[in-house]
């Protein structure tokens, strides 16, 4: 095949348009690459080809969104790369209301006037976390750098070097402490870190005390570092302002975590209580909700932080705020089980056991279809994932298939993500819904008819 006898492009997005669905302009790009394509091959002296098929395969994927929903079966609860925690269906129905219309979201309904998008959550975050006021932002790096440029930009920040993390992205605390103009002050070793440290490096500079939960790591061995309340308490009898970074921002108390088998981790009310000026955390992470930063304090650290310059840049949209809302509705009513993430972590590993064996019984059963090698199950750990209890061994059940499936199944209609190891593609059943199974066992099916 020669240069001259190749079609046109209009010529052969016509002859690949009806075989399709996508749209005109895909069909169109798909014509040009696969054309574009044949003239390599032809100049390498190969035969170049511009099947009408191959044109509309290439149309149909190049119109398909970027962004698209996954199946999450690596048993990470908080995938960052997944986006973190599925929404609640109440979250989900309030974000759709607020995005088919228009919204009061900085109107006010009883006065007929100019309202705040921050009034809207004020209510039930003080009544959750106990605090005086609180505000949102669009996630947690956003509320330490709203809460370090209010309370102590161009003056010294004082923190523990165990306490000096880096986050998802290679985004470390030095930097947003950089960002907030603040300057950082660095207390005790990494292992160990005592009151007498912040209290000797308190001097005229000085304008904040901050305390950052590690919760994306831990520290274990020849241990010490200065509590919240220690914290606190050194500000109070110097006069200078405290703040306590949370990361993940888990609301369900001590109690109830240790009832499904938890790690502790400090709930915000309990550190509300610690008397923190200002207490930053996510609402992606262990809250459940949509991405967004919360910070809660006291009214005077608050206010502060709301009339900030940086607020403007920072603040949630409408979308976000319907979302939290909803979620933070199910904590207050009693309904946390309601919530995704919460649900997945909890779930038992009997419970994810049965689920395994009944994925692989409708994929093997049928003896008649010589498949009964095929998929196995196999105990396995969860994680918590999104930089959240570190040291939490959640006991799970997978279902193990040949590791070549991987990249077909990451090609399904619906993409399903597992992990590969020891030669096999594991999904782990902990981060899959009970509504996901039917789509997971599907796509399975279909690897294992490719194969035949």
Known sequence: MDFAKLPSVHALADAAEPLGSAPRWAVIEAARRTIASARTEIAAGRDGHTAAEQVAELAAELARPKLRRVINATGVVLHTN???APLAADARAAIDAAAAGYSNVEYDLASGERGSRHDHLRGILRELTGAEDAIVV???????????????????????RGELIEIGGSFRLPEILALSRGVLVEVGTTNKTHPRDYEGAIGPATGLLLKVHRSNFAIVGFTAEVTPEQVVAIGRARGIATMIDLGSGMLIERAQQRAWGLPDEPSVKETVASGADLVTFSGDKLLGGPQAGIVVGTKAAVERARKHPLMRALRPDKLTLAGLEATLALY????VEEVPSLRMIA??????????EAVVASLCGDPNHGHASYADTAPCMSTVGGGA???AELPSYAVRLPASDEPRLRAAATPIIGRVADGKLWLDLRTVSDEELFELIAAVQSCVMSRA
């Open 138 to 160: 669009n996630n947690n790096a956003a509320a330490t750098v709203l809460g370090l440029a209010a309370l102590a930009q161009d003056r010294e920040i004082i923190v523990s």
């Open 82 to 84: 997944l986006g973190r």
């Open 347 to 356: 779930r038992t590993q009997d419970d994810l056991r049965r689920a395994a």
């Open 332 to 335: 207050r009513d009693g309904r």
């Open 389 to 391: 209890m570190p040291t």
